[in-house]
């Protein structure tokens, strides 16, 4: 059982940065690939960023694309999310997923562990 603990959520204004981290109990963590997803009051939880074990493939949705970062720190057994020029339509629970296997996947049943989740505010 992989356990994710999200942190680095708040309340920001537009235009400011945060970064999310997420560490996982895993210690084969740099086995999986990582990912993060989001869901905003009355959406469904939609794909944010993923990344590969080895950080070899990165893939974003395309609303975030230009703006957030993901990185992983294996030693750290650490995943990141790195938000620029956070905008109000941002304002989302973001979660942190583990999949199973090295390769990653924008999809929800692509993952297989997930985090509780960090509320990320984003006033205009």
């Known amino acids: 059982q992989v356990q994710l603990?999200?942190?680095?959520?708040?309340?920001?204004?537009?235009?400011?940065?945060?970064?999310?981290?997420?560490?996982a109990s895993e210690r084969t963590f740099s086995r999986?690939?990582?990912?993060?997803?989001?869901q905003a009051p009355g959406k469904e939880?939609?794909?944010?960023?993923?990344?590969?074990?080895?950080?070899g493939v990165l893939n974003y949705a395309g609303s975030v694309?230009?703006?957030?970062?993901?990185?992983?720190?294996n030693a750290k057994n650490t995943v990141y999310l790195q938000m620029n020029s956070l905008k109000p339509e941002d304002t989302a629970v973001y979660y942190c997923a583990a999949r199973l296997g090295s390769i990653s996947?924008?999809?929800?049943?692509?993952?297989?562990?997930?985090?509780?989740?960090t509320q990320v505010t984003v006033s205009s």
Not at 5 to 23: I, T
Not at 105 to 117: E, L, N, V
């Open 5 to 23: 603990v999200e942190a680095g959520g708040g309340l920001v204004q537009a235009g400011d940065s945060l970064r999310l981290s997420c560490a």
């Open 45 to 55: 939880r939609e794909f944010v960023a993923a990344i590969t074990w080895n950080s």
């Open 65 to 73: 694309k230009g703006r957030f970062i993901i990185s992983r720190d």
């Open 32 to 38: 999986l690939a990582m990912g993060w997803f989001r």
């Open 105 to 117: 996947g924008s999809a929800y049943d692509d993952y297989h562990y997930w985090g509780q989740g």
